[in-house]
């Protein structure tokens, strides 16, 4: 049969029904880690992946192809040919689900039982079924599943960060816990995630951040604030040695105002904020409809007090999130993890940007993973390197020309970097030329430098 010219990424270990996947890394300097990890293992491709049951070996890449898994060769053509639908990082997502839930359930005195369900509709590895003694959560992981709310054993539903679920449902549940991996090395990492109206899908909840509660729910740190809100949804009682005119709309000829804002303005600006993701305009907003609650009776009351705990549960969402990114950009520079450095600070400054300036501790981070991220752009430096004359910046007004002129200096600083490298000398020759030589020495020993 010959070898799988496919690029197989994950496998099990042990044997074709093992449940314990692997994840091959695609650097190869990675790679020779991560088999010296598992000298004394086999990787197979899984049934439990809809594989075909062969074993794999792991093959270095090269200038073309990534790192990956490949079947063994079959010289007698035996063995059925592979059936896998997923090569990539994902395929072997519902396997991880086992291994990154099991300890943190047991943890909360759950004893959770593991079924991947297998049908015509729905093929091993599309739903994941968890048993917790009486109660199930099902993890829906295939967008090609529509997940099916009205089954008697559905319990908990948690989906995949592709599978659909409308709008008007979402509205009618107020909130759905979603679930993804991220790849770390020779692993996936489980990242879970609340998916609400109007907002979207807040991440970054790892399993510490989270529970499940002895009726089988999912508790992301989202969840319990909207089950906060929603208990604590009484009417506002005003003290009566304090009373205070309520809202109402003005009497003909009462050009008297009563309240400093009209409510619904109100409310439709905070809504937009947080739609549009302006968090510090949002906590500002906030602020100004909580001092008008009590000014409020009736249906404004009653509108005003579902915003404001609407942006309660945001704002707080937003907040976890924060000190995630923070805690993880501080890990990161601790372990001089410049990858990770990288990721994590551009998600912090895009949060930042819509949001109250950092803290003293927060600035502290940011000034401490500084030296582990390269310059934001490094054209002009390219460009420098290779003409031996610093780019002058466009001096025209528009953004537009501003962009033409800079895609006509890399332009020419590519065509001259073609040039130079056909023109350029042998390194012995350029090291023995004389300090007049003509530009086409000078620019092929900068050059060299780089090469």
């Given at each position: 049969m010959g070898f799988d010219t496919r690029q197989v990424q994950t496998a099990v270990l042990g044997s074709p029904d093992s449940d314990e996947a692997v994840l091959c890394p695609t650097e190869v300097d990675e790679l020779e880690a991560f088999l010296a990890e598992y000298r004394n293992e086999t990787f197979w491709c899984g049934v439990l992946l809809c594989g075909c049951g062969g074993r794999l070996m792991a093959r270095r890449g090269n200038q073309e192809r990534v790192s990956h898994f490949a079947h063994y060769p079959d010289p007698h053509g035996l063995l059925p040919p592979c059936g896998r639908r997923t090569y990539g990082a994902g395929g072997a997502d519902h396997l991880y689900v086992k291994s990154a839930t099991k300890a943190w359930l047991h943890q909360q005195g759950h004893t959770p039982r593991y079924h991947f369900i297998d049908r015509d509709d729905a093929p091993v590895g599309s739903v994941v079924d968890i048993g917790l003694d009486g109660h199930t959560v099902r993890i829906h992981m295939d967008p090609s599943v529509p997940p099916d709310w009205d089954a008697d054993d559905a319990g908990e539903l948690i989906l995949g960060p592709g599978v659909r679920i409308s709008q008007a449902r979402l509205a009618c549940l107020g909130y759905v816990n979603r679930v993804k991996f991220v790849s770390e090395g020779s692993s996936r990492v489980l990242e879970f995630g609340t998916e609400v109206p109007v907002t979207g899908t807040t991440w970054g909840f790892s399993t510490s951040d989270c529970e499940i509660t002895a009726d089988g729910r999912l508790k992301t740190p989202v969840v319990a604030q909207i089950w906060t809100t929603e208990a604590r949804r009484t009417p506002v009682l005003v003290p009566q040695s304090a009373p205070i005119a309520p809202v109402r709309s003005p009497?003909?000829?009462?050009?008297?105002?009563?309240v400093p804002h009209q409510i619904g303005v109100l409310i439709r600006r905070l809504h937009t904020a947080i739609r549009d993701k302006e968090t510090s305009v949002a906590r500002r907003l906030r602020q100004e409809a909580e001092r008008e609650l009590p000014r409020c009776e009736g249906a404004a009351l009653a509108h005003l007090q579902r915003e404001v705990d609407y942006a309660n549960m945001w704002l707080t969402a937003q907040d976890r999130v924060r000190e995630v990114l923070f805690t993880r950009l501080k890990e990161a520079a601790q372990n001089r993890d410049a990858r990770a450095a990288r990721s994590l600070l551009k998600q912090v400054r895009q949060i930042v940007s819509h949001d109250e300036p950092p803290t003293t501790a927060e600035t502290d981070?940011?000034?401490?993973?500084?030296?582990?991220?390269?310059?934001?752009?490094?054209?002009?430096?390219?460009?420098?390197q290779a003409t031996g004359k610093a780019v002058p910046k466009p001096q025209t007004n528009t953004a537009r020309e501003e962009r033409r002129a800079w895609r006509q200096a890399l332009a020419q600083a590519r065509s001259l970097i073609g040039r130079l490298r056909v023109k350029s000398v042998p390194p012995r020759r350029a090291a023995a030329a004389p300090q007049g030589a003509g530009p086409a020495r000078r620019g092929s020993g900068r050059l060299a430098l780089h090469t």
């Open positions: 009497a003909p000829g009462d050009t008297e105002t009563r981070i940011l000034t401490a993973v500084e030296p582990l991220v390269p310059a934001p752009d490094p054209k002009p430096a390219l460009l420098r």
